[in-house]
């Protein structure tokens, strides 16, 4: 693999700058913006070199096409300000993304190629399982909209040209969900379902008091 150093152009940015700019905005995606994917993998030394200094670890996974930075771990004797900040998720968003997730991981192991895309209208029905029969049906796909917009907003979902309401799952997902998660996950949506049965019913899943 080449890491060459970055060449310095005289129109505009180098490609380094470029690379650690859009880097500082979120994930680099191949498919997206190969030019600057190319840069990334390309200059990932000096990139390396140049996040650490802002306490920032530079993840690259050439395999499924992406980068991004992430926060080094802490050192409770040389604290830095955080630059890449933690997202605290609703449930229902938590719950999109694990539907997501299993769906991601369902399809790759069909021997799935290309990108998985999913529609609206799936998602709405997956996500029903996990709330109470008594749910009024306007306010979940109300609550549906919401986290996808959010799950968009967080790279996670990218929207597709048409009017279909179809999503592009990205790759990236599998970074933030990691394999023991994943390993949990059956066991995970198994309960959310049973929660929501057992709201349905009007049933204390605690026995009551």
Do not use: C
């Not at 152009?9 to 994917?37: C, F, H, K, Y």
């Not at 070199?49 to 996974?61: E, R, S």
């Not at 179809?166 to 949506?189: C, N, S, T």
């Amino acid at each position: 693999m080449s890491t060459a150093s970055p060449d310095l152009r005289s129109n505009g940015p180098s490609p380094l700058t470029t690379a650690a700019v859009a880097l500082m905005r979120g994930v680099v995606d191949r498919d997206q913006a190969e030019r600057i994917w190319l840069d990334v993998v390309r200059l990932q030394n000096p990139l390396r070199d140049h996040v650490a200094v802002l306490g920032l670890d530079l993840v690259i996974d050439e395999a499924e096409g992406y980068a991004y930075l992430r926060s080094k771990p802490e050192d409770p004797d040389n604290p830095l300000p955080r630059l890449v900040p933690r997202h605290r998720l609703s449930f229902p968003v938590s719950l999109l993304l694990a539907v997501l997730r299993k769906a991601l991981a369902e399809f790759d192991a069909g021997a799935g190629e290309g990108r998985l895309v999913v529609s609206r209208d799936r998602l709405v029905d997956e996500l029903r399982t996990f709330r109470p029969a008594t749910t009024n049906e306007a306010k979940l796909v109300d609550e549906v909209d919401r986290s996808i917009r959010k799950v968009v907003e967080l790279g996670f979902l990218r929207p597709l040209p048409g009017p279909t309401g179809a999503y592009e799952v990205r790759r990236i997902l599998k970074a933030f969900v990691d394999a023991q998660w994943l390993g949990e996950l059956d066991a995970r949506l198994a309960e959310y379902a049973e929660l929501a049965g057992a709201a349905g019913t009007g049933t204390d899943s605690d026995g009551g008091s």
